[in-house]
């Protein structure tokens, strides 16, 4: 699967389970942790598991490097090498405001990479 069908269907995935506020942003020309972060938010902790969760089984055999937040369901990070995909619930994302934080980062249109 190449990177840009990943991105595609992470941000389908996402968008199919009501999360809200999807960016995906370019930073491989700003960091070489990963070369796209997607961000999403939760409505609540519960949800913000289950958008994870169902990220995770959407990409069947990819399996992420890393996992993170799945205690607390805060901030719920799965680290897929290229791609990092970071699930806040609301005041988490509001506190750490990461799309500020990589503001330097290419914004790709969500509508866009969803093919709409």
């Not at 840009?4 to 992470?10: A, G, N, P, T, V």
């Not at 960091?31 to 999403?40: E, M, N, P, S, W």
């Amino acid at each position: 699967m190449t990177i840009d069908e990943k991105i595609k269907l992470i941000a389908k995935t996402l968008d199919e389970k009501k999360a809200e506020n999807i960016q995906i942003i370019r930073v491989n020309d700003l960091t070489v942790i990963a070369d796209y972060f997607i961000i999403a938010t939760g409505n609540s902790t519960t949800q913000a598991r289950s958008l994870a969760d169902y990220v995770e089984f959407k990409l069947g055999e990819i399996k992420p490097h890393h996992t993170e937040g799945y205690d607390t369901k805060e901030w719920i990070v799965l680290d897929y090498g290229d791609i990092i995909v970071h699930v806040f619930n609301k005041d988490t994302r509001e506190f750490y405001k990461l799309e500020r934080l990589w503001s330097d980062g290419e914004i790709l249109d969500l509508n866009t990479v969803l093919g709409g």
